[in-house]
């Protein structure tokens, strides 16, 4: 939507959507629908169609970022950020593993899979039963340390890459006094949220080895999960995701950068995990994050809307490089008819979406329609499926083209089954 209230969608539009029809869903290029609830009603059922047919495209929130940078004529880079086209670039940043950064806030900066002193020396904490704010205190302590190396480690590497390799034909196309960002992100929230929730709520008895570490953990009781619409756990993400946020802020960037971060992962959630022991909330060690800011497999149990409404409470305000959301629903779960999966489709994209003062809304959504079933079967069967393309983060991938660790991290996501 434009500035003034109107409609930007052209034929170009429906002809560059049209290509997923006459050419197949490809990986790239990376198409995103800028959606607000005033786009033109035709034009949100036919991008619904397409999402239901190919699972190709990912949407983002138009009436929020419009407005944020009070600008119509911005687009998306990398994978999920927004930019204003030719006055803005960004110091790529990946991302840090807060899900470890507890374990270190645990053990006293002894990394629980090396067994040797990673993080600054501290006390551990040896507490038969993990106390709640004895665990925060210590976790931004490390969240301090953390932010630091972060920030120390971009402002070398991108000093270093401008120094020998300078992408002149890029900003030449870029206006002279360019906005600069410095591109942080968080991995592993849904761990570190859920094990927290599960040091407050429930009983967390940490296990120990002979030399003291903290290795395992025993949950006794309930404890609420994150994506199920609950706002205790809900808040715990929305505070580490501001928590963290601010000490990066806090901190001198190269060629002044103005620091942002985004909950993304991208396919890395799997490498992340790999590395990262036993955490509080009964996750195994090695088995794989959530990607980007998905509730953790199988624990948003209350259906689409409550697994929506808990992402999108997220603050955009301290993630403007983007939340990342990989939502996978069974086509029956849409409604038997493809005209009634349409409108259900658009009617959960526009309350994702929904921006209005106080409100900021989800920023972006990757909307999966199919089934585990035909997973397993591309996975037993990969011939049958050659040009099967999925979203797993901020992008698209052919299914065949991931790992088989990869493969069985996608399958083992929520399929959601109800609304």
């Known amino acids: 939507m434009g500035l003034d209230g109107r409609t930007l969608v052209s034929r170009t539009s429906y002809r560059y959507l049209h290509t997923l029809h006459t050419m197949g869903p490809a990986p790239e290029p990376n198409l995103t629908i800028l959606w607000s609830e005033s786009l033109p009603p035709d034009f949100k059922r036919y991008a619904a169609r397409l999402s239901i047919q190919t699972s190709s495209l990912q949407y983002e929130n138009d009436d929020l970022m419009r407005a944020d940078f009070n600008s119509d004529d911005y687009a998306i880079a990398c994978c999920v950020s927004p930019m204003v086209i030719g006055k803005q670039m960004q110091f790529f940043g990946a991302r840090a593993n807060l899900a470890k950064t507890l374990l270190y806030a645990i053990n006293g900066g002894v990394d629980e899979k090396l067994k040797i002193q990673v993080g600054p020396q501290r006390a551990p904490l040896m507490d038969e039963v993990l106390d709640y704010e004895t665990v925060i205190a210590s976790l931004d302590h490390f969240m301090d340390w953390l932010a630091v190396q972060y920030i120390s480690a971009l402002n070398l590497i991108h000093y270093m890459h401008d120094k020998y390799s300078y992408e002149a034909a890029l900003m030449a196309l870029h206006d002279r006094d360019v906005y600069r960002t410095m591109a942080c992100g968080i991995a592993g929230l849904s761990v570190a949220v859920d094990s927290l929730s599960a040091i407050k709520y429930a009983k967390v ?46 901190l001198p960037t190269y060629r002044h950068a103005v620091p942002t971060q985004s909950i993304l992962t991208i396919t890395s959630n799997v490498v992340y995990g790999q590395k990262t022991g036993n955490t509080p909330d009964g996750r195994r060690a090695g088995m794989p994050f959530a990607p980007g800011a998905n509730p953790m497999h199988g624990r948003d149990r209350c259906g689409a809307v409550a697994s929506l409404t808990s992402v999108a409470k997220l603050p955009f305000t301290y993630a403007k490089d983007g939340i990342s959301y990989t939502f996978s629903i069974v086509p029956q779960a849409l409604g038997k008819e493809e005209e009634t999966r349409k409108t259900n489709l658009v009617g959960l994209l526009d309350g994702y979406f929904h921006h209005q003062d106080g409100v900021e809304g989800g920023q972006h959504l990757n909307v999966n329609v199919m089934n585990r079933e035909m997973l397993l079967d591309a996975i037993a069967h990969p011939e049958n499926y050659p040009n099967l393309t999925i979203r797993v983060s901020g992008y698209a991938v052919r299914f065949n083209a991931l790992t088989r660790e990869q493969q069985q991290d996608v399958i083992s996501r929520t399929f959601t089954r109800c609304f």
């Open 205 to 250: 008895r940490p296990i120990r080895d002979e030399q003291g570490l903290a290795i395992d953990f025993a949950i006794e009781g309930e404890y609420p999960q994150y994506g199920n619409n609950d706002d205790r756990a809900d808040r715990i993400a929305c505070e580490l995701v501001e928590r963290f946020m601010k000490k990066i802020q806090a």
